[in-house]
């Protein structure tokens, strides 16, 4: 009678042991998963930020032109917002709950931009963000419009 004991007691172990471990692979999985996704929406940001200043630099080097640009942006962004304060160094950031983000976007008329409102934000909408690039005939920079 020991004996069956015994092996129910080490089976009983040896199961424990093995769903511990399968905890422990499904929970680093998880933090893997999250990782690269986290990964993925900072990749998102930057190709935004680097397509969008390419683009602003086309048009301001051009003579006269307007075009509608659509980006994608990660779904935690709420907004694209420019502003114009002499004291801060980045004109352009996100606004989000968690995500808080500046950059620096050369060639842009940020006092006509944000001349209605300061900041000047433009919805993330599924993912997209859609912005027009303006430059007059006689202008030196580009303007930002909805």
Known sequence: ????????????FGMIFSIILIIVFLAFAFYAIKIFLGI???AQTEKFINDLKSDIDRVWKSTESSEEKEYVLPSKIDAVCFRDDEYEYENLFF???KFFEGEQI????TSKITST???????????KVKLTLVKEIGEALVTITR
């Open 95 to 97: 606004q989000s709950d």
């Open 106 to 109: 050369s060639h842009i008329d």
């Open 1 to 12: 009678m020991k004996r069956g004991r015994k092996g129910q007691i080490k089976l009983s």
């Open 40 to 42: 993925q929406d900072a």
């Open 117 to 127: 409102e300061n900041p000047f934000c433009i919805e993330n909408v599924r993912r």
